[in-house]
């Protein structure tokens, strides 16, 4: 059964293209170690249900700010492991490569989570 990894992070609306050319750049170096799909979603409708809180309250999202939720998929855990691996070691993942990019977004309010699929049609 397919792995996923998947992340949502609060990203200020001004950094978005900086983001988006970031995540581009890193959905290549991804895709080229491995993975299966590379993708990542701008919030569009946000709102809570009766149901649900939105990720909007649960990432405490401030005035000025989008979500992004991105999600990775792989073969299994031990492919997902692999490709990871293989994308740390990449040469444009290296700290000299990335020293004079800041990050569009706050690392620290950022959730991350790997996943096996339970359903996957």
């Excluded at 949502?8 to 581009?24: D, E, F, G, H, S």
């Excluded at 890193?26 to 409708?45: F, R």
Aim: hydrophobic residues 40%; positive net charge; charged residues 30%.
């Amino acid at each position: 059964m397919r792995y996923v990894d998947g992340y949502v992070l609060p990203i200020p609306k001004k950094n978005l293209p900086a983001y988006t050319k970031m995540a581009q750049l890193g959905g290549k170096i991804w895709m080229k170690h491995g993975a299966l799909e590379y993708v990542e979603c701008v919030g569009d409708d946000l709102k809570a249900t009766k149901w649900a809180p939105s990720f909007t309250k649960v990432i405490k999202l401030k005035k000025g700010e989008t979500l992004v939720f991105s999600y990775i998929v792989f073969k299994s855990r031990a492919h997902r492991d692999s490709v990871n691996a293989k994308v740390m070691k990449d040469p444009s993942m290296s700290p000299d490569s990335m020293k004079d990019k800041p990050m569009p977004f706050d690392m620290k309010r950022m959730a991350y989570g790997g996943f096996k699929a339970i359903v996957d049609l």
